[in-house]
């Protein structure tokens, strides 16, 4: 089970490590997947830097934990996604469904899944005396 959950892990961050870097090199194709349509210069730097360091640093973390066989990054990927499925429910409330607005909302919801099952079996950096924080 260790080895498939690292495996299920490993790849999801390779997943969202590649979109990241697909909001990187094509914005605006990337963009537009999303919904996303950037207003000039400042349109492609906003997606071009928040969506690539959102899905980067979420994947990374599920890289990391799942390689490292650490706990501790997996709660970075889980935050992550939580604050965007708050936001996509506060969507639902505030504007009403989409078409296809519950995929994200299930992707998400199964990496935070993943992310805590993962940080809970995993071990995590315990500080003590003799290893205390950096």
């Known amino acids: 089970m260790w080895i498939m959950l690292r495996a299920v892990l490993l790849l999801g961050g390779i997943f969202y490590v590649l979109l990241g870097i697909g909001f990187l090199v ?4 990337s963009g537009t997947d999303f919904g996303l349509l950037p207003q000039g210069t400042m349109g492609l730097a906003t997606i071009r830097a928040d969506m690539t360091a959102f899905f980067v640093v ?3 973390c599920l890289i990391w934990g799942a390689w490292a066989r650490k706990g ?3 709660l970075v990927t889980a935050t992550l996604m939580a604050i965007a499925l708050i936001g996509r429910f506060v969507t639902l ?3 009403g469904p989409h078409d296809g607005f519950w995929t994200p909302m299930l992707v998400e919801a199964i990496t935070i899944s993943l992310a805590l099952l993962g940080s809970r079996l995993l071990p995590h950096t315990a500080l003590t005396p003799d290893n205390p924080p950096s």
């Open 26 to 29: 094509n914005p605006v194709s």
């Open 58 to 60: 979420a994947g990374g």
């Open 93 to 95: 409330i505030a504007d």
């Open 72 to 74: 501790d990054p997996l």
